[in-house]
């Protein structure tokens, strides 16, 4: 049997707009209906609404600042400035995740001056600290992983390198059950991914480098593939590679018209693309968690709803974010997978009312008619 790994709880402290302690909890409820958008007792698909500047791309950048400091990955800082709350005093921000493999239980808490400064950090596995770095106050290394024992501790004059990676990349680990699940959450860091389609289609893990969608489909002879994709999402359209100066170039066949696919596609339809070329990667590498912020700025709500289903059904925990009333609906997920974030909170909608919410209630009215304030 596969191993359930699942992020189950994130908290995040004094990081841009998230002034006071914001915590994101990703029990389920007991709800009997659309059981693909729980594993083991945990949201696997969520959605995310809030008004404008309430902090739901923030809280994807949140979520994803761990990839900075335990992977390879080069991601862009720019979305990291103004990286501590402009009204907290204290010069750092704290962040705390809390996962699942299997049945054990790993923490993982940090604090960080700014996107590449790190403070304290420590790693706990089924409620015992196997690392632990301190460089405020009483500076401390601990290393109680099998294996760590004779590592350097100078690791606490080096605020660039985190306690994870170094004994990732300098430790041959003796096998146990601890230094396994050790293992699993670095791969699992590793494996998580954020990106978004409006502006300037940013995106942090998974991958190094820039990227161009229509090339990636060529190369990998995927044009069929994504022809059959679009048609399924509802385009109604015919593909093939056409050539010239520059190379293979991707074409739209409008009678015995070859006409240049970037050239005519919809908004709706070159996100859609973006959106294609991470889920071949998503589904391809295994990615463990996946934020998309804003993920269906250009389309219809059936469009949107095309997508979320296709995560739905795959073997990945997703976070999406949007303004779309319309697909909040228990045909689609169910009340403890939509989140609203607001003043500083992020919570499930049956957390925000009274009424038990059923299978029949239309969230959407009810969210329009206030009842989730």
């Known amino acids: 049997m596969q191993k359930i790994t699942m992020l189950e709880k994130f ?5 841009k707009n998230f002034n006071e302690k914001l915590t994101l909890d990703f029990a389920a409820s007991d709800y009997q209906f659309n ?12 959605i995310v609404y809030g008004a404008n500047a309430s902090g739901k791309s923030n809280l994807g950048f949140a979520i994803l600042d761990i990839v900075q400091h335990l992977t390879r990955w080069n991601n862009s800082d720019i979305h990291y400035n103004h990286y501590l709350n402009k009204l907290n005093k204290t010069p750092y921000a704290e962040f705390e995740y809390c996962f699942k493999f299997g049945q054990n239980k790993v923490i993982y808490r940090y604090s960080k001056m700014d996107h590449n400064t790190l403070l304290d950090e420590s790693l706990h596995i089924d409620d015992k600290e196997v690392l632990s770095v301190r460089r405020i106050g009483v500076k401390d290394v601990n290393f109680s992983l099998q294996g760590t024992e004779n590592l350097n501790k100078d690791i606490i004059d080096s605020d660039k390198l985190s306690i994870i990676r170094y004994v990732q990349e300098n430790t041959v680990l003796i096998d146990s059950e601890e230094t396994q699940i050790f293992k699993e959450f670095h791969g699992f860091v590793n494996k998580m991914l954020f990106f978004r389609s409006v502006e300037e289609r940013s995106f942090i893990g998974l991958k190094n480098g820039e990227y161009n969608i229509f090339q990636d489909i060529i190369k ?17 359209c015919q593909l093939k590679t056409a050539n010239d100066l520059f190379g293979e170039r991707l074409v739209f066949m409008i009678g015995d018209e070859e006409v240049d696919f970037s050239s005519i596609a919809s908004s709706g ?6 959106f294609y070329f991470w889920y071949q990667r998503i589904q391809v590498n295994k990615t463990s968690f996946v934020f998309i912020d804003e993920f269906d700025a250009f389309y219809h709500h059936n469009l949107s709803k095309f997508v979320v289903k296709k995560l739905k059904e795959i073997d990945v925990q997703v976070i999406f974010t949007t303004h779309n009333t319309d697909i909040m609906s228990n045909d689609l997920l169910r009340p403890d997978c939509y ?10 909608i049956n957390k925000l009312t009274d ?19």
Request: hydrophobic fraction near 45%; avoid cysteine; charge should be neutral.
């Open 339 to 348: 989140f609203i974030l607001a003043n500083n909170q992020i919570t499930p």
């Open 269 to 274: 339809t070159l996100a859609l693309s973006l």
């Open 11 to 15: 908290s995040v402290t004094n990081f």
């Open 35 to 46: 059981p693909q958008s729980i594993k083991d007792g945990i949201v696997k698909t969520a």
């Open 220 to 236: 990998k002879n995927n044009v069929q593939d994504f022809q059959e994709f679009l048609n399924e999402a509802g385009i109604a």
């Open 355 to 373: 009424q038990e919410l059923r299978a029949a209630h239309n969230l959407q009215k009810l969210y329009k008619a206030h009842a989730f304030e």
